[in-house]
């Protein structure tokens, strides 16, 4: 790779500052030791800042490139997400199910207390399987605010459904319907529409074109399509160009399956050139039998071609041990897809990511 670049990489146990110049990649720093980053975003405007989320810790914010990070927030923070209409707005989420904004770039938080007053028998379903309660809460996985209209956010929860606020979150509803097992990962919308959106979780991959009043499955194509334990699905995009194109990470069984039945991840990235109807399996490049499940995509900061996957043999979430450092990759598509390369070829297990210009 010629252009220069910053990878902010989570491990199970820390997060890889590194940088790309002259097609090698270099580490520069080194942070979170022992804790384990849930996410990691960025600004598109201002590429030395980034936050990261740190599972039982806190949210963390840096204004140099990744070299030193100062805490935002106390907790088990979960995610952050940058407001694309005004990134000095950044959403925080975090377990037991909360939620925060800053209107500064995470110099003052305010809670988002109206999704609290969401009626008991919604905050009844944010509950954690049998063998995770009292270790680890119901979290807020992923925060999206639509492109379109800054008013309007849909936030996946882990475990709980999907709730949806149309006034920045002053009020909240639940937007689950047709869903069956809540254990949510990332949401999105078609490019340009406010009503159609698609959600990965850990029983399926789902549609919708009533912003949530209900879901369907879409998962014809997949190896695993339609089964009850073996459909997990997470990070997914969609990739411009004629036809617009979907990328999805996915695997054989979520984390606590792979425990179950004693094995590798098995993951799989698929593609899917008709809005998710029929999905194919990419190949070119990658390994014929994946040992990893493919986590994070990340899209480069200026080519839209152009994504990054992060991918690795332990587990994010539920089930994640800092002290199991694992086995993972980075590979990178510049053709939508269609073909993969190594980045970093083999080393500790990625298990998100962020790119940005260096």
């Not at 490019?191 to 919708?208: E, L």
Request: net charge negative; with cysteine; glycine share 12%.
């Amino acid at each position: 790779m010629s252009e220069q670049l910053r990878f902010y990489i989570a491990h199970s146990s820390g997060l890889e500052v590194m940088e790309s110049r002259s097609g090698s990649m270099n580490t520069i720093a080194r942070h979170f030791e022992g804790r384990t980053p849930e996410c990691v975003v960025g600004s598109r405007a201002r590429p030395e800042v980034a936050y990261a989320a740190i599972a039982f810790d806190g949210g963390y914010r840096t204004r140099d490139g990744g070299l030193n990070w100062e805490k935002l927030l106390e907790g088990d923070v979960r995610c952050f997400a940058v407001d694309p209409h005004d990134e000095r707005v950044v959403y925080a989420g975090l377990g037991p199910i909360q939620l925060f904004r800053s209107e500064d770039g995470g110099g003052s938080w305010e809670p988002l207390d109206g999704l609290q007053r969401l009626p008991e028998d919604v905050k009844a379903q944010w509950t954690v399987p049998g063998l995770y309660r009292g270790k680890i809460p119901p979290h807020v996985r992923n925060i999206f605010i639509h492109p379109d209209d800054t008013d309007l956010l849909l936030v996946p929860l882990e475990h709980g459904g999907v709730v949806r606020s149309e006034d920045r979150g002053e009020t909240w509803e639940d937007a689950s319907s047709g869903i069956p097992y809540l254990d949510m990962h990332v949401l999105g919308n078609y490019p340009g529409n406010k009503d159609r959106y698609f959600v990965s979780c850990a029983r399926g991959f789902f549609r919708t074109d009533d912003r949530g009043r209900s879901w369907r499955r879409m998962e014809d194509g997949m190896p695993w399509a339609y089964t009850e334990k073996h459909s997990y699905a997470h990070d997914w995009l969609f990739l411009p160009g004629d036809p617009l194109r979907m990328l999805l990470c996915g695997a054989d069984g979520s984390p606590g399956v792979w425990s179950e039945e004693n094995r590798a991840p098995q993951g799989v990235l698929l593609l899917s050139d008709d809005t998710g109807e029929h999905w194919h399996k990419a190949a070119e490049g990658l390994p014929s039998k994946m040992s990893w499940m493919p986590w994070g995509l990340v899209p480069h900061p200026t080519d839209p071609g152009t994504v990054f996957v992060g991918m690795g043999d332990t587990a994010r979430g539920f089930g994640f041990d800092p002290s199991v450092a694992g086995t993972g990759s980075m590979y990178v598509t510049r053709d939508r897809g269609d073909s993969w390369e190594p980045v970093i070829a083999q080393g500790p297990s990625i298990l998100t990511a962020w790119v940005a210009a260096d």
